[in-house]
């Protein structure tokens, strides 16, 4: 499983520190939408020529005008660039047809999917990666109910799934049984009082969680 770090309403230096201090146990970046609002497509220029080796996720959210979105993630540097699942199947398809262009990947974010047609359709267009997404602001009135989400994707065993939407120390227990194949944590980890630790922590227990699952399995 790959812990992707989410660098979300954060300056410019603090993105970069939060990467430094946790570099060692996180897998994947996430420029986030606000961070690409606020610094442009430089940022993730910037961030793939200071970590080359990391895969980077350019959040970029994309909803309509697919092409041009996916083009300008990927020649920032990103390899992979998210598209919101409620846009047209058109744009999703020729986000698609970039990602092949650029040898990247499209990951498609579920956020307010309640709906398996929807995934089914994704399917059969071709998308092999989403994100299952608490977001937020639901995060202010609610919890990640992970058994609805997760129950989403549970006919689609070819899909890769990350999840997202607070997750944090304590509830990374219960999201690691559900085996998602990458875990988003953002403020989990950027607004710890000890970044590197917690990192570190979570990464852990991954490694744990997966060599007793392992074994399990045999
Ligand atoms: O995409 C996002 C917000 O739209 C975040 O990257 C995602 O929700 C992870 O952040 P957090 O762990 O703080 O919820």
């Given at each position: ?6 660098l979300?309403r ?13 570099k ?71 986000t ?17 999917v ?55 120390l ?49």
């Amino acid at each position: 499983m790959n812990l992707q770090l989410a660098l979300d309403r954060m300056s410019r230096e603090d993105c970069f520190q939060a990467i430094e201090d946790t570099k060692e146990s996180i897998d994947w970046i996430e420029v986030g939408t606000g961070v690409i609002k606020e610094y442009g497509m430089e940022i993730v220029r910037e961030i793939k020529k200071a970590f080359p080796h990391k895969t980077l996720v350019a959040d970029m959210k994309t909803c309509d005008a697919g092409k041009h979105e996916a083009v300008q993630a990927f020649e920032a540097g990103a390899d992979i660039t998210t598209v919101m699942s409620f846009s047209a199947d058109q744009t999703i398809k020729d986000t698609l047809k970039v990602a092949e262009d650029f040898h990247g990947r499209i990951m498609i974010d579920l956020l307010g999917v309640k709906d398996e047609a929807r995934i089914r359709e994704l399917s059969d267009i071709g998308v092999d990666l989403v994100s299952l997404h608490f977001g937020k602001d639901m995060q202010e009135t609610g919890e990640m109910q992970e058994e609805d989400l997760f129950t989403l994707v549970k006919h689609y065993p070819h899909l890769q799934v990350a999840v997202a939407g607070g997750i944090n120390l304590g509830s990374l227990p219960s999201i690691l049984d559900h085996r998602p194949d990458t875990l988003i944590v953002g403020s989990g980890i950027t607004k710890s009082s000890d970044r590197q630790d917690t990192a570190v922590k979570m990464k852990g227990m991954i490694t744990n969680y997966e060599a007793n699952d392992s074994n399990r399995q045999r």
